[in-house]
């Protein structure tokens, strides 16, 4: 909610306006929006949609919460209301028009198979620092939160973010259109959602590369030199008459990753800026930041942001929850490391991961706790073995494992890296005082949907355990 008591988001009369809809009830101030009446701050409109629940059945609730008004496609009461004939056009509706409505906001928009988010709030980093800013919250980058941000944006925005996610084809245009944006990017492609995709990654990438679509005229595409489905990127970039900025580590690069060098507090990264060397940190330790500083540094440019701005905000911008937050972790006979990467995994992230790991000194051993990757379909089974391989290419030295799907990847270890193996996160969680011991570098990475979590916290509630084991109990293996 903007902290402007002078001007609101909007008023009821105008969403009524924007969405076609009739207000019924008091012309109230609107100082922001939900659809989540748990969420609901005094002065928001509540969006009554529809989906698992009818979210008419809770405004009641959203009002006596209080809520302003609430944005309706049949009657309730409590309050002033909005009636339209469906409540989710008339939310694209509003955002369409928080868009037109500030014709001087310079909007970006991300996607890719991995590191949306990241690469999302990243970017908002540096839109901060240049002026008055606004980005997806969360990972809200669907049907609801992509239209849904753009309703929140204040008029008095200069620069503007916005994720853009999918699920199934023909997703990710739409929502581009949405947000009109000036400068969009593709992070990279891989087999993420992959079972949706009858031709596989080659249908990943058209339909990550159809974020172009929506960039206005001259707009800026950023993609990805390095993956495999480059040349469909960049050709689809062309063909919409953008103007084509490439990031990777190979020539001809406009930004080219030269050297990546992590160490304890982040990393160093050497680069060429449109033939400009660069030198500079950043707060990330991970393999991945090296070219995802560059995909960032890239639409800051085409948002009008000056490269020092870029380069302040990516020497503090700290790793996400679930992304690869860092922590100390104090047990009986010493302590240690803890990766925390428990928010999402594909075969991309996780063989990044692995080279982040295997990079770290570890005084003990480099253990990895993974859990299912979820929504591969058919390819399943060889994804998860295919693991075996960047774990052996990253040295790592123990590695535990949860789910069905993981025991794949456990039976095709050499024995001497398989430590333990349980049917579910929950019951390799309770066993967490096995996993780790002092001087470890632990990471634990899995999909949202398997539980990762669980592990991890498991892991960080061992932070002096009265009572804790020290880890000599749990497998070992030769360095």
Known sequence: MPDNAARPLWTAAEVAAATGGVLAGDDAPIGGLTYNSREIAPGDLFLALHGARDGHEFAAAAFAAGAAAALVD???????????QDTLRGLERLGVA??????????????GSVGKTSVTQAIKAGLDLAGPAHASIKSYNNHIGVPLTLARMPVETERAVFEIGMNAPGEIAPLSRFVAPHAACVTTVGP??????????????????????????????VANGDVAFSGLLCDRARSVGARLAVFGAGPGCDARLIDF????????????????????????????????????????????VPLETGLQALAGFQPLAGRGQTRTVAVPGGAFTLIDESYNAN????????????????????????????E??????????????????????????????MRWLYDALPASRRGLWRETAAELAAEAALLAGPGDVVMVKGSNGSKASLVAQA????????????????PRAAR
């Open 74 to 84: 049949r009657p309730v009461d409590g309050g002033p209301t909005v009636m339209v």
């Open 98 to 111: 928080a868009r037109d409505r500030a014709p001087h906001v310079r909007r970006g928009a991300v996607t």
């Open 192 to 221: 993420v959602h992959i079972e949706a995709f009858a031709d596989g990654e080659a249908g990943v990438a058209r339909e990550k590369a159809s974020i172009f679509d929506g960039l206005v005229p001259g707009g800026t595409a």
């Open 261 to 304: 060098r992590p160490d304890a507090e982040g990393a160093t990264v050497r680069a060429e800026l449109f033939g400009r060397p660069l030198d500079y940190r950043l707060a990330q330790s991970g393999a991945h930041w090296g070219l995802n500083s560059l995909c960032v540094l890239l639409m800051l440019d085409a948002l009008d």
């Open 376 to 405: 591969l379909g058919e390819h399943s089974r060889a994804l998860h073995e295919g693991l075996a391989g960047p774990i052996e290419a990253a040295g790592l030295d123990l590695v535990h494992a949860a789910g069905p799907q």
């Open 347 to 374: 075969p991309l992230s996780m063989a990044a991961g692995f080279r982040t790991l295997g990079a770290r000194a570890a005084p003990g051993r480099r253990v990895v706790v993974l859990t299912d990757m979820l």
């Open 459 to 474: 892991l960080a509630d061992l932070q002096n355990a009265e009572g804790a084991p020290s880890g000599s109990d749990a």
